[in-house]
């Protein structure tokens, strides 16, 4: 399934949020527009925008109002990424050189701030304090899974329910709130509001979790980041947890967090098991079966081709392969 | 004037609000509750919610929703504080180690982040979304103000209204959100709102340039940084500008910005000029002439204790030593 044909029912309307994100990068200063086109021409799939305008079509639709949803969400997901580069120092974010190393940690902190601002601006233009609320709630759920992540880090000990509580922050609330702001937008009855919710916040775990696989398994170059690059960077996760769970005595995860000699080798231990087994199918797994909760969530709504649009993504979610 | 004399108006507003600001610290994550007990326990003045809280009063008076603004501008200015000592990569803040020294950047731009999302959830408390916008307009203008210090920092060839422009962005907007804030909340007439807003900016401008003054005169110890800081991280306020007008073809900043070598020796010029003139008197004339301003906007507002207490702050803006 291709993105092209994702976005295919909100072609009109995700042009527009293009525009509106474009408009964010016409800055007076010319350096700040430099940055801001640099970090917003890297398009990514604008899956979570997708998301919220098919999902503010449960209701009455409001389609000025979801396009600054849509282009609010992508904005606070794409500042998100620039702070990530100053937290990660990663000096390339899809396979491109970041804000970061192109020019320096300061200006990745403005700019992410300045992009915030942006969002936060966005956001009220559709003039309601209750989607304004969601935005701050997921701006706190993702600050504070970014905060538990990075304090844990290189932390033995670990297990499933804290790594899913840590990816339900950083990364399922805002797919969570992308479909429940669209529902919010257009006046959904609360039944509706729930199940869209539930759906996203599902699209998004299971998101999260193909990511970290893809990490094992993904080709370096289409990635833009090593194998590996997680658990490299002290964060533990599915897959990792998985090899713990199977060897709790010893494993070359332990060993790689806690000896000081050595290091490379138990990581390239890790990562080969983590390859050679079946620890990889077993995390797909964990994602299917997220997936199979978001479309199941979608059942209290009417059938249409907007609820097949939204169930396609979920399924597209499984598939990709960057 | 002592501060104490300046809360007196509102203290019991004052006490909710720290108390509000203290709920922020309440994180299940200790860790998180540390450093923020730790950035927020360094109280400041608290000039600003002060300022919203007395603005508040010109109208209908709705003490619950002021609260959370006056809060929620203390945690934004103290999350951009949070943010800016990554960017300077300072390691001392009001004379205590910064949270950058104390933990590392990293978590400095993650709870910098945290803190604006708190923020963000607080402003929605006011349940006005015109004054969620007057935040976000603020969180863009200070943004902007600092990418712009950032992006001009060692350029010779500033101009005072450049300046003018970039303290408006970085300090005076959070002023005159903070008056003008509370004016919303109170539903002033519009020439109330319009005189609050003006106030505020007036203030912030005076607020700024009498900052600028403290870093060349100030105590190094009271102002827990080195005299001329500014002037060594690049960044020409107007003590500086004063000092370059009047030596255009050859001055110690001229030369600080664009010798290689010997940089300490021009610094130190720069510092005794400025020290052993009267540039400072003059830089403290013009930040008079914005507090007189300020005090003439509140002119059209009734008499008043909470009037009287207004044009008080502003004075006490132009005395204060730290």
Redesign the interface.
Known sequence: MSVAFIHAPVQSELAEVEAALQAVTH?D?P??RKMLEHVLSTAGKRLRPTIALLAGRFGEHRPEALVALAASIELLHTA?LV?DD????SDTRRGRPTTNSKQH???A??????M???A??L??KT???EV??L???T??A???G???Q??SAYEYGQDTMQYFHRIAGKTASLFATSAEGGAVVADSPESWVTALRDYGENVGMAFQIVDDILDFKGDAKEMGKPTGSDLMEGTITLPALLLMERNPDDNPVKRFFGDGDSKSEHLAEAIYLIQNSDILDESQRVADDFIKRAISALSVLPESADRTALADIAEHVLVRRS
Do not use: W
């Open positions: 800055s200063i350096q700040i998100t702070h100053v937290i990660d120092e940690n300061a200006a902190v403005m700019l992410g701030d300045y915030f601002a942006h936060a601006d956001i009220c003039e309601r304090i304004v609320k935005f701050s709630k701006l706190m993702m600050a504070s970014e905060l538990t990075d304090m």
